[in-house]
C-alpha cells in the first residue's frame, strides 16, 4: 500500500485522454477529472483524438462510441493499435449488444450513460491502480485477463 502522498503525485502524473461529442459533457468530464488531479487532453472530434493519442502517452482514454459526427469506434481501434497498455473506459447511451460485444473486445471497462461522476471516476481510479500494480507486479510482463468490467449493464450471459 502506497501511502497518500506518493497516490496524489501518481494521480498528477496520469495522462487522460477524453473523448466525446457533446461538448457540455466533455466540459464537465474534463473539469472533474482535472479536480481529481489528473492531467486531461479533451476533444469532440475523432481525428483530433487520433492526432493526441500519436503526439502523447496517456495512461487511460474515456472515448464515447455513439458519436454523431464521427466514428467513437474507430478512435478505439486506433488508441488499441497505437497504444495497447492504455486503458480504455468505453461509453455509450446507446447500449446495444453490438455496443457491449465491442467494448467487452476493446476496453477495460464499460459505463452507460447517464452515470454517475462517482461512478467514472472510481473506474478511472480504479483502473489507474489496477496498471500501476501489475505493472510494477508483473516486472514487465503484461498482467493475465481481460480485467474487463461492465458498469451499469444488464449481463450478456
Known amino acids: 500500500m502506497i501511502n497518500s502522498t506518493v497516490h496524489a503525485e501518481l494521480q498528477q502524473s496520469w495522462r487522460v485522454l477524453l473523448y466525446d461529442d457533446d461538448e457540455v459533457l466533455l466540459n464537465l468530464l474534463r473539469l472533474v477529472?482535472?479536480?481529481e488531479g489528473y492531467r486531461v487532453q479533451a476533444t469532440s472530434c475523432a481525428q483530433e483524438g487520433i492526432r493526441l493519442m500519436s503526439t502523447q502517452?496517456?495512461?487511460?482514454?474515456?472515448?464515447?462510441l455513439g458519436?454523431?459526427?464521427?466514428?467513437?469506434?474507430e478512435l478505439v481501434r486506433k488508441i488499441r493499435e497505437m497504444s495497447p497498455e492504455t486503458a480504455i473506459v468505453a461509453v455509450s447511451a446507446y447500449p446495444s449488444d453490438d455496443?457491449?460485444?465491442?467494448a467487452l473486445r476493446h476496453?477495460?471497462?464499460?459505463?452507460?450513460?447517464?452515470?454517475?461522476l462517482?461512478?467514472?471516476v472510481h473506474e478511472v481510479g480504479s483502473l489507474l491502480e489496477r496498471g500501476?500494480?501489475?505493472?510494477?507486479?508483473?516486472l514487465?510482463?503484461?498482467?493475465?485477463?481481460?480485467?474487463?468490467?461492465?458498469?451499469?449493464?444488464p449481463s450478456l450471459g
Open 99 to 102: 455496443v457491449v460485444r465491442f
Open 118 to 120: 462517482i461512478e467514472l
Open 107 to 116: 476496453s477495460q471497462a464499460f459505463l452507460d450513460k447517464p452515470f454517475s
Open 140 to 153: 514487465g510482463h503484461s498482467p493475465a485477463g481481460s480485467g474487463i468490467e461492465v458498469a451499469g449493464s
Open 67 to 73: 458519436l454523431r459526427r464521427t466514428n467513437g469506434y
Open 132 to 138: 500501476r500494480e501489475a505493472t510494477e507486479t508483473a
Open 57 to 64: 502517452r496517456f495512461d487511460l482514454a474515456i472515448a464515447d
Open 33 to 35: 477529472l482535472k479536480r
